[in-house]
């Protein structure tokens, strides 16, 4: 029986960027994901359903998704790749939804009633899957501004309250010398800031990790009843730092100016990319931290080298890390391995099977011991940049099928900030229950420069659940 059903279609981005139609399709009656975002809807517009091609007319262009064979990570969805691209998969999903069969299709953020195959979110998700944040709308911009600003651009941030001052202590990615986030290699330092609430704002009290120094991620070490800050570059001056920026934001300069390695003596450790993480040690998120701790590892052939880490600790000592590998048109997750915070770490021998690319990979287990990850979406871009994947040993991975959140922050009033970049997710954590998102941001609307005046952002997450139960 051929039926007729709204739905809503994200096209790619090389045709319509950030463009979700809601549009009427004959005999698919689907749902193409990720779009997550309803007030992106235009005006409804007829799809065309011809064998295992789906069009749609755009701006008088004929735009069309081909079908393509599904894999286990599609929720049993139907697969569609826009025609002639070799971009990634879009996947489909009947309108109502695929019923689900058991709590890995609520993205084990939620629990699966199988006698109506229909998932109920715990707090802090929402969605068919239960794998969109649940973000509350902030009270005004200037709320959700937690570190930077005043000349001084920041990248994200990791967020721990102290139970010994009750206060919310920051590690941040701070550029130095009033520079923007495109001259991180050379400019980017950890500094350490707190506040009184969650949302800030947060004030600097100290540099941590001098340049270079990045992607910094603090996680408690209940082995030992400490804390540990993990992070990227040795935080020795193995590139002198710009001197030529103001007002938070990088001038135009040719690309890698300057990039070369100095030839001092006095740096014992190399400070990009291809390092083993260093680590720092407290007693407390506030301090005060000792280090650089060098740790040691073994590589692989495919991964030899660890970026953005994201580390868990087990009760134990015993380190699950996610780490990034990073190639020009690739970004890919592989699992880490220690015996503790030192190591030697266990690089993976393979990629975890996802099938969008991805990177800034933030890791943490639910109050249930399931493991959950966030990661800035390599392939969307904006506006879709959030992801969301689970797991039940920390091992085996799935890649959630929606978008976890995208560049748009929602306020009280009913206006929003649309931002240029939303990446490096963290979030504030109540046991295992998500609070708080944490994000660095680069704001609309620059003209100077780069273009590359960034801030800490941080944005509420709903904790009550939602009285409703949402189809999976």
């Not at 960027?17 to 549009?23: K, Y």
């Not at 040993?393 to 929003?416: A, Q």
């Amino acid at each position: 029986t051929t039926t007729t059903t709204a739905a809503t279609v994200y096209l790619s981005p090389a045709d319509t960027p950030s463009l979700c139609l809601s549009a009427t399709c004959e005999e698919c009656n689907a749902v193409l994901l990720p779009c997550a975002n309803p007030s992106d809807t235009a005006p409804s517009q007829q799809w065309v359903h011809e064998g295992k091609t789906l069009c749609i007319m755009v701006g008088g262009v004929k735009q069309c998704l081909t079908e393509h064979e599904s894999s286990s990570h599609d929720h049993g969805a139907q697969v569609w790749r826009p025609s002639g691209s070799s971009r990634q998969n879009w996947v489909i999903v009947p309108v109502g939804g695929v019923p689900c069969q058991t709590d890995d299709d609520c993205s084990l953020n939620g629990v699966c009633n199988t006698g109506n195959g229909t998932c109920s979110c715990a707090a802090a998700w929402t969605g068919p899957a239960c794998d969109i944040l649940d973000l509350l709308p902030a009270p005004s911009q200037k709320a959700t501004h937690a570190y930077g600003g005043n000349g001084t651009s920041s990248w994200g941030g990791s967020v721990f309250k102290s139970d010994r001052d009750g206060k919310y202590h920051m590690l941040a990615a701070e550029m130095v010398g009033h520079c923007g986030l495109k001259s991180y290699m050379r400019n980017s330092q950890i500094v350490h800031a707190v506040a009184d609430s969650p949302m800030g704002p947060y004030t600097r009290q100290a540099l941590v990790v001098p340049p270079f120094s990045h992607n910094p991620t603090v996680v408690y070490n209940p082995a030992n009843n400490s804390y540990v800050l993990y992070h990227i570059g040795c935080g020795m001056l193995h590139r002198q730092p710009y001197t030529d920026c103001k007002n938070g934001t990088s001038p135009k300069r040719p690309s890698h100016a300057g990039d070369q390695d100095l030839t001092a003596e006095n740096y014992t450790c190399s400070g990009g990319y291809g390092d083993p993480p260093n680590i720092y040690l407290s007693p407390t998120p506030g301090g005060p931290w000792t280090g650089p701790v060098g740790v040691t590892w073994n590589t692989t052939k495919w991964m030899f080298h660890m970026d953005n880490p994201a580390p868990f600790i087990f009760d134990d000592g015993r380190v699950l890390l996610l780490a990034r590998k990073w190639a020009t048109t690739s970004s890919t997750i592989g699992v880490v391995t220690a015996p503790s915070v030192f190591g030697p770490y266990q690089l993976p021998s393979e990629k975890l099977d996802f099938s969008r690319s991805q990177e800034d990979p933030f890791l943490w287990r639910d109050e249930r011991g399931h493991f959950h990850a966030l990661f800035h979406n390599w392939v969307f871009h904006e506006p879709n940049v959030g992801s969301h994947a689970f797991s039940r040993d920390g091992v085996h991975w799935t890649l959630s099928p929606s978008v976890t959140y995208n560049t748009t922050v929602v306020y009280e009033d009913g206006t929003s900030d649309t931002y240029m970049r939303r990446e490096r997710p963290h979030l504030i954590l109540d046991g295992g229950r998500p609070t708080h998102l944490v994000n660095g941001v680069v704001p609309p609307g620059q003209t100077q420069g780069e273009r590359d005046q960034s801030f800490t952002l941080v944005q509420a997450i709903n904790t009550t659940p939602r009285q409703r139960s949402a189809t999976a």
